[in-house]
């Protein structure tokens, strides 16, 4: 369940965050890797900014990344424990798999080892630091009353959803709503800018979301 606290690391729980090297969305996924998920990413989708689909796509990078490390670690010592392996997955959503695949074949699964003795050009202080970030977010979540107060929780998102049988403008679909931009945009980040200006069409089957 911690994971939830990652993407505070990512992207300060933005939806709609982009990076300067081009990531996007709450989970910071980059445009080939995107597509390696299986995220719909073309001129009038993009998933990255999607919360649930997004989600769901650094769900399946991070079940995958357990798996290789965890295969790998085996080979280096049998009686490897789940929870040694938990810095080495969360800093490969940084890092990458294959770079913490090297470290734990060099190393074995001692992090702070690696922190201390890993030797790469692109496996430098932001890098080494993503675990302790992680750790750091989850200690303030964990930890919200002692650090900010009584907070008040939003209430849970709801929504109607509407599947799309065919291609359609953003014109008629706000018409035959009766909606606004503003009260549309929200709920359907991963349509694009072309669509939102009326230069392409929502796709059929596209998931539209409505208000409650």
């Known amino acids: 369940e911690d994971i939830h606290y990652l993407p505070f690391v990512e992207s300060l729980y933005n939806p709609a965050a982009y990076s300067r090297v081009g990531a996007a969305g709450l989970w910071q996924i ?21 919360v649930e689909a997004a989600t769901l796509g650094a769900v399946r990078y991070l079940k995958d990344s ?3 490390l965890t295969a790998v670690a085996r080979e ?14 969360i800093t490969s959503y940084n890092y990458g798999v294959h770079g913490m695949r090297r470290a734990l074949n060099q190393f074995g699964p001692d ?4 922190i201390n003795e890993y030797k790469s050009p692109s496996f430098q202080v932001a890098v080494k630091n ?14 919200a009353d002692r650090y900010f107060g009584r907070i008040s929780p939003d209430p849970a ?4 959803t509407a599947v799309l049988d065919h291609d ?5 679909i706000l018409d035959v709503f009766g909606l606004s931009e503003d009260e549309l945009k929200p709920l359907n980040r991963a349509l ?17 979301r409505l208000p409650y």
């Open 30 to 50: 980059m445009p080939k890797t995107a597509r390696y998920l299986g995220l719909e990413l073309d001129a009038t989708v993009d998933e990255r900014l999607d």
């Open 66 to 68: 357990r798996n290789r």
């Open 76 to 89: 280096k010592r049998t009686s490897v424990r789940p929870g040694d392996l938990t810095p080495f997955i």
């Open 111 to 114: 992090f702070v080892k690696v």
């Open 130 to 143: 993503f675990y302790a970030s992680f750790l750091a977010a989850r200690h303030v979540a964990r930890n």
């Open 157 to 160: 998102l709801r929504y109607h």
């Open 168 to 172: 359609t403008s953003m014109k008629r």
């Open 192 to 208: 694009t800018r072309f669509v939102w200006h009326g230069w392409r069409f929502a796709p059929k089957g596209y998931r539209l």
